[in-house]
């Protein structure tokens, strides 16, 4: 049995050129979405995968109604050939997608050779530009929660007892263990005290003045 799939992205398009296109290809069942590309909960294409059985073949308009990059269409894919089903675009650049015949099958392996291609590219790229920050001396990763300013004050509070870490932490309006890892250069600490080693643990000690942190 084909099984047609057809997608527009918002109300205002029209799904009949798309209907009738797998119509006139022998689909018997087509599933519909209203949805954009980019997201993943399409209630119409999750349907149509679940009313796949062995030895049928689903069926897209386009590659980009089935999926927004050819990655999305390999992805989408495995999971059919896990069922044991096919997968057929009709038009557009992936018209030749048929993985029910030889030649479509080879079609569709050297795209996906290519995409994974660009894949690794993107990798190398992300990597090369983070290396690249890091040099420069500039932050990689998430925003840091705290300033280079608050973390020298919260050491300058501990350091003169006039807080311990929880206290500077309630101060600055981050949570404990966040000040922490900032006053230790942003690793974790064991357990609920500082390793003897540490630079909080260092101040307390020379306060002396055996609160806990």
């Not at 047609?4 to 029209?14: C, F, I, K, L, M």
């Not at 109604?65 to 096919?86: F, H, N, Q, W, Y």
């Not at 038009?91 to 569709?108: C, M, N, V, W, Y």
């Not at 925003?143 to 311990?164: C, F, S, Y």
Request: aromatic share 4%.
């Amino acid at each position: 049995m084909m099984i047609g799939y057809a997608r527009v992205s918002t109300d205002d398009q029209d799904l009949a050129l798309q209907l009738y296109a797998l119509r006139s290809a022998g689909c018997e069942t087509i599933f519909e979405d209203t949805a954009s590309g980019a997201d993943s909960g399409r209630e119409g294409l999750a349907s149509a995968m679940a009313r796949c059985a062995p030895g049928d073949v689903l069926v897209g308009w386009k590659i980009d109604r089935l999926g927004r990059t050819m990655l999305d269409l390999i992805l989408l894919a495995e999971k059919l050939k896990a069922k044991s089903v096919g997968l057929k675009v009709l038009t557009g650049a992936g018209a030749s997608i048929d993985t029910t015949r030889l030649e479509g099958k080879l079609h569709f392996a050297m795209l996906a050779a290519f995409a994974e291609f660009e894949r690794e590219l993107n990798r190398e790229r992300t990597k090369a530009g983070m290396a690249s920050a890091k040099r420069r001396g500039r932050h990689v990763g998430r925003p840091r929660k705290l300033t280079d300013h608050q973390i020298d004050h919260a050491r300058v509070l501990i350091g003169d007892g006039k807080e311990n870490c929880a206290g500077a932490a309630a101060l600055i309006g981050v949570h404990v263990k966040t000040l922490r890892r900032a006053l230790n250069g942003g690793n974790d600490l064991a357990g609920t005290g500082e390793g003897e080693n540490s630079p909080v643990s260092a101040q307390a000690g020379k306060r002396g003045n055996g609160r806990a942190f």
